[in-house]
């Protein structure tokens, strides 16, 4: 069981800067997989950004530029710097993890999800 905690979300007026942190605990293997998703009212979740234990990022378009992930590996810590935001980034953003393996010969995935925390952008 992986538990993630969440913190850094409120309100912030157009072109202002937002830190969100998340940091997992329980179960945790070496290998996974860490990311933000967000989900605006009437809207589906959608990937924000991931980054995986070896570093390597993927971004949504509409933040590239914008949006930076990293991560602490020893403290399990995943963080989403983001800068210039816009209103329409105004959304309920959620901390996933992620860790695949194989298992009678398929492939699996256990995910976790945060509780999710508000970001609100003011025009």
């Known amino acids: 069981q992986v538990q993630l905690v969440e913190s850094g979300g409120g309100l912030v007026q157009a072109g202002g800067s937002l830190r969100l942190s998340c940091a997992a605990s329980?179960?945790?293997?070496?290998?996974?997989?860490m990311g933000w998703y967000r989900q605006a009212p009437g809207k589906q979740r959608e990937l924000v950004a991931s980054?995986?234990?070896?570093?390597?990022?993927d971004y949504a378009d509409s933040v590239k530029g914008r949006f930076t992930i990293s991560r602490d590996n020893a403290k399990n810590t995943v963080y989403l710097q983001m800068n210039s935001l816009k209103p329409e980034d105004t959304a309920v953003y959620y901390c996933r993890f992620a860790h695949g393996y194989s298992k009678l010969q398929k492939w699996h995935e256990d995910v976790y999800w945060g509780q999710g925390t508000q970001v609100t952008v003011s025009s």
């Open positions: 329980g179960s945790i293997f070496s290998t996974n997989t």
């Open positions: 980054i995986t234990s070896g570093t390597s990022t």
